[in-house]
Each structure stands twice: as structure tokens, then as C-alpha cells.
């Protein structure tokens, strides 16, 4: 256990002393302060004259200010904290020629591997937890509500659910470093995963729906044909991590939000019932929502770091 | 004597390139043991098979009694090993990067830093120990590699190629600390190198290795009367192994 726990002291110094988590940090604060500011001070506008708002604190989370939401920037740029924290954990080590010699100390193996990977993981915790509460903080001062216990629930699910995500990026990042013996190899490797689940994964399940579901053509709109060609869509879509994280989220952090579908069919009676019966959800019928989003995130990050543990376990070490 | 590293018909291939062929070898504790060989002989090889680094294809090694491939931790908790080129964390300091390689072998306590503080002196760093390592020359790493090494009190040192690069003055010192080690403290030594005449000065035995066979093992004395037949002081140890090296490697039988 020494051996692990001397490889997570040493890794968690670096990140909290080198200069690009240093900057990565700043950066994320600043722009955490400054949507935090503008959705608080909007809102604010918006609550004037409302005699009991409820729920408004977690808002601050959700509502798009100016550009976007808090929760819509993590779930965006969250994955890059991931990779600056990994990309070069190993590669580096054997560029350096370190790895040869930490190899060759009385440690198991997979101290290296697990003390780099907790590391990383504890510095995304403290990272995130830093932006919750200083939001959470501005929350206070610009809106003057105070959040409830369900708020606070609600926000410690979503600090739980982003660890894991950003925690996946970290595994895919570190398992990159292994694969590849480049540094930038590696970075750009993580970079173009990235790109590919953020952008062309979308547009891929658009086109998937309309290969395997399309709808028919001309002016007889079927409803079946269009649940099926959404449903399609959606299942491609959430094989990326960056959807299934941000419909995970959405429910957990807007207790009014019943469903993940975008599209749901109703007639007019029940949309009368429900916009009657508009009441919030209490935290469990969220989180029972989105359990299997939950469990899948935590999922691929176990697999992704397993396959990452697995090929360093197996890789030769040659000094050269 | 009790043996410090044993092997037996070890053997490791890459595929169908034969790196270390059946290499039978013994060295008992205490002994300063030179390694001579070209380039890509398998001198590292049957290093890091040692170590319990590298896996071997077929055969067994003991080192300090223990096998490194079932027990490398044991193996590893009592030998030291400098790389061909050392690597170090070039943005800590020479005393934080023993601090960390002690850690690693779960070394602390309140004399550590005095520990350190002594094994730099030994290898005359203690006034360059606060600077970060970016900042040392060739020497002055191999030096620091030489206290890493130290560090965990080791039974057996295990030195790959300790004098390449550096100059003659440094290459001196990394003499005097291989004799130092073999002759005062004990610690058996396994070192591999081109510069055949310091090779000869420190030396106990040596063993000459020729693409993956071990082609000759022994005091170089013996191994100078058999090759070159004479019984006298007027050899030299690059005679007998460009002998060795221009026979090449004896048909197998």
C-alpha cells in the first residue's frame, strides 16, 4: 500500500503545482463567475414580483444565461479538464525514463496506474466541488434564497454524476498515454475522441435514425413512424458519454423535468392534465429517471480505466 | 559462498529473434562482477529478466534467493538498479526525487532526511541538492543515480553501462564508488560496459556475452591463459575479448 499511496501523494503535488492545472483552473473559475453572475443577475429580473418561487437556486445550474448554463459548460468543456489532467501520465514517465525506475522499486505494478488515476480524480473533485460552491456562494448574494435540503440533494447528485464523467475522460486520456509513446500523439488522439463524441455524434445519430426509421415521405405524417425514427436517434445519441451525461444531469438538476425524450406525443387532454399538475419531483423519482444514464456513465468510466489498467499491466518495459 | 544471482537455461525471445540464449551463469555475494558484450548482445535483457522487469521466454533465475519472476517485490526490495541513462523528475529537486524513491520503498521516518543528506554528500552533490535536476550535467546524474541506488541499502547493485558518457574524471568516480560498494560494503556487483580496461582494474570476474550467449565466464586471468596462452602480467582484457569477439559464438552441439 505504500507504493500506492507514495505514487498519489507525489501525482496530486504535480497537479496542484504545475503551471497548466494552475491555469486550467483559473480559467474554469472564471468562466463558472462569470455565467454564475450573469444567470443570477437575470434571474433576479425574471423573479421580481413573484410571490413564492420555488426551486430557484438550482437555476443557477440549468438556466442559460447570455451563452449557456453551467451545466451545459461541464458537460462541454469538463472532458478537456480530464485530458489535461491525463494525457501524458505515462507517456511522460517513459519519455523521462522515470518509468523503467519507478518500475524497478518494490511497489506492484498497479500502484503507478491506480495512484495516477485517484490522483487525477481527486483533483476533479476538488475542482468541481470549488466551482459548486463559490456558484452556490454568488447564489446567495445575488439572489438571496437560501437552497433547501432537496437543493442540496439535488446539487450533491450532480457533483457525484460529473466526477464520473470527467473521471471517464481521465481514464480515456490516461489510456491514450499508455497506447501511445507520442505526447502530443496522445493529446490529439484524446482531442479527436472528444471532437467525434461532441460534434459527430449527434449527426450521426440523425442519420442513423433515418437509415434504420425513415420517415415516410410527403404529406402522410404517421406518429408511429416518427416515435420510432426518435427513438432510434436517441439510443444512437446516448452511446455518446457528453448526452448521456447532459440528460442525466438535466433531470437531476430540474426536478419539473419528467422524461429525457425531446419528443413526446400527447393529446390535448394531456397536456391540460399536466400543465394543471405541474408539481416538482421529489429527488428519488429524478434519480430512478435517469438510473440507467447513471449506472452507464459509471459503467464506461469502470471499463474505460479497466481496459486502460489491463494494457498497462501487459505493456513491455525496455529502458529504451 | 552463498550465490547472490543464480540462473539457469534462462532464455528470452521477441518473437523469433532469440535475445537471451540458455544463459547459465552464477555470481556469488560480494563479487565485483564485470558484464562485457556489443551493443544488442542482451546485456539488458537478462538485466531486466533479473529484475523481474521483463518476463523470461524459458528457464530460472534466483537473485538474493528469491525468484524475480514469482517474487519480484522481494527481489526488488533488495536490489538496486541504475538504468543505461537514468531518468529523473527534472522539476524536483535532487533531495525530492530521493524523497520519492525512498516513499517508494517505504523508507521514513524522521532519519530520512539525514539518510539523504549523507548519501549526497557520499556522491558530492550535497551542495547542488536544493537545485532542480533540469539543471545537472551527465555526471552529476549518474552521481544522484548512484545515492538512489543506495538509498534502500540494497544486497545487489545492478549497473547498466554506469561510465557511458561521461568524462575521465567522473568516469574515475563511478569507479572508486563500484569498488566502494563491491570492497567495503559488501554489496554484490553486476555491472555491464564497453571501457574494457576499468572493466579489467575493478573487476573480479567477468562474463562476455555474444548475441545472447554467454561465450565466456571467470576471472580474467583464466580466461587469458586459455585463449591466449600465456601466464604472465603482460595481457590485456581487450585482447581476450576481441579474441572473443572475432571466434564469435561456438557452434552448438
Known amino acids: 500500500m505504500h507504493g500506492l499511496w507514495a505514487v498519489y501523494r507525489k501525482e496530486l503535488e504535480d497537479h496542484f503545482s504545475s503551471t497548466r492545472s494552475i491555469l486550467l483552473l483559473t480559467v474554469i473559475m472564471m468562466v463558472g463567475l462569470v455565467t454564475a453572475y450573469m444567470v443570477g443577475s ?58 523503467s525506475k519507478l518500475l524497478s522499486q518494490p511497489i506492484y505494478r498497479d500502484a503507478v496506474i491506480n495512484g495516477k488515476f485517484l490522483a487525477g480524480l481527486t483533483t476533479i473533485a476538488i475542482m468541481l466541488l470549488a466551482i459548486v460552491v463559490l456558484i452556490s456562494g454568488i447564489g446567495l448574494l445575488v439572489l438571496g434564497v437560501v437552497p433547501g435540503w432537496e437543493e442540496i440533494g439535488r446539487m450533491a447528485v450532480y457533483l457525484l454524476v460529473s466526477i464520473v ?61 416518427v416515435l420510432q425514427n426518435d427513438k432510434v436517434r436517441s439510443i444512437v445519441a446516448t452511446l455518446s458519454p457528453i448526452t448521456l451525461y447532459s440528460e442525466a444531469t438535466g433531470i437531476v438538476l430540474d426536478p419539473l423535468r419528467k422524461t429525457t425524450r425531446s419528443l413526446v406525443l400527447m393529446g390535448p387532454m394531456e397536456q391540460l392534465s399536466i400543465s394543471r399538475f405541474q408539481s416538482p419531483l421529489p429527488l428519488f423519482q429524478s434519480a430512478l429517471i435517469v438510473a440507467p444514464h447513471l449506472v452507464s456513465l459509471v459503467a464506461i468510466t469502470v471499463v474505460c480505466f479497466g481496459i486502460c489498467y489491463a494494457c498497462f499491466m501487459r505493456q513491455e518495459v525496455r529502458s529504451t | 559462498m552463498a550465490l547472490a544471482i543464480e540462473t539457469h537455461e534462462l532464455t528470452k525471445r521477441y518473437g523469433t529473434q532469440v535475445a537471451v540464449n540458455r544463459l547459465t551463469l552464477q555470481v556469488p555475494q560480494g563479487e565485483i562482477f564485470g558484464f562485457l558484450g556489443p551493443n544488442g548482445a542482451g546485456k539488458t535483457t537478462t538485466l531486466l529478466m533479473l529484475l523481474g522487469l521483463s518476463e523470461p521466454t524459458s528457464g530460472t533465475a534466483r537473485v538474493c534467493g528469491h525468484d524475480p519472476t514469482r517474487d519480484p517485490l522481494q527481489v526488488k526490495r533488495l536490489v ?94 563511478m569507479l572508486d564508488f563500484i569498488v566502494g560498494m563491491g570492497r567495503e560494503k559488501g ?28 561465450v565466456a565466464a571467470g576471472p580474467i586471468q583464466e580466461l587469458a591463459k586459455q585463449k591466449l596462452g600465456v601466464d604472465q602480467e603482460r595481457y590485456t582484457l581487450e585482447e581476450i575479448y576481441m579474441r572473443y569477439f572475432r571466434e564469435g559464438v561456438p557452434a552448438q552441439s
Not at chain 2, 549526497?120 to 552533490?125: A, H, I, K
Not at chain 2, 554489496?187 to 555474444?210: A, E, K, Y
Open chain 1, 42 to 99: 437575470g434571474l433576479r429580473k425574471e423573479l421580481e414580483g413573484m410571490a413564492k418561487p420555488s426551486l430557484v437556486f438550482l437555476l443557477l445550474f440549468t438556466s442559460t444565461g447570455a451563452l449557456f448554463s453551467l451545466a451545459q459548460f461541464i458537460a462541454f468543456f469538463g472532458p478537456l479538464i480530464g485530458m489535461v489532467l491525463g494525457f501524458d501520465a505515462i507517456n511522460r514517465e517513459r519519455a523521462a525514463r522515470t518509468l
Open chain 1, 165 to 225: 464523467y470527467i473521471g471517464f475522460w481521465l481514464a480515456l486520456s490516461i489510456l491514450c498515454s499508455v497506447l501511445f509513446r507520442g505526447m502530443a500523439t496522445s493529446a490529439l488522439a484524446t482531442l479527436a475522441l472528444w471532437i467525434f463524441f461532441a460534434f459527430f455524434m449527434a449527426l450521426g445519430a440523425r442519420l442513423a435514425a433515418d437509415v434504420i426509421a425513415p420517415l415516410p415521405s410527403g404529406s402522410s405524417m404517421n406518429a408511429e413512424a
Open chain 2, 80 to 173: 538496486g538498479y541504475l538504468p543505461e541513462s537514468v531518468g529523473f523528475y527534472e522539476d524536483m529537486t535532487g533531495i525530492q526525487n530521493l524523497t520519492y524513491v525512498a516513499r517508494l520503498n517505504g523508507i521514513r521516518g524522521d532519519g530520512l532526511p539525514r539518510k539523504i543528506e549523507g548519501l549526497l554528500e557520499q556522491v558530492g552533490l550535497l551542495g547542488e541538492a536544493r537545485k532542480r535536476v533540469g539543471a545537472y550535467s551527465r555526471g552529476m546524474r549518474q552521481r544522484l543515480g548512484i545515492a538512489e541506488v543506495l538509498l534502500k541499502d540494497p544486497q545487489v547493485v545492478f549497473l547498466d553501462e554506469p561510465t557511458l558518457g561521461l568524462d575521465p574524471d567522473g568516469t574515475q568516480k
Open chain 2, 187 to 214: 554489496i554484490t556487483v553486476f555491472f555491464s560496459s564497453h571501457l574494457l580496461d576499468q572493466v579489467q582494474r575493478v573487476s573480479d570476474r567477468v562474463g562476455i556475452m555474444l548475441k545472447g550467449n554467454l
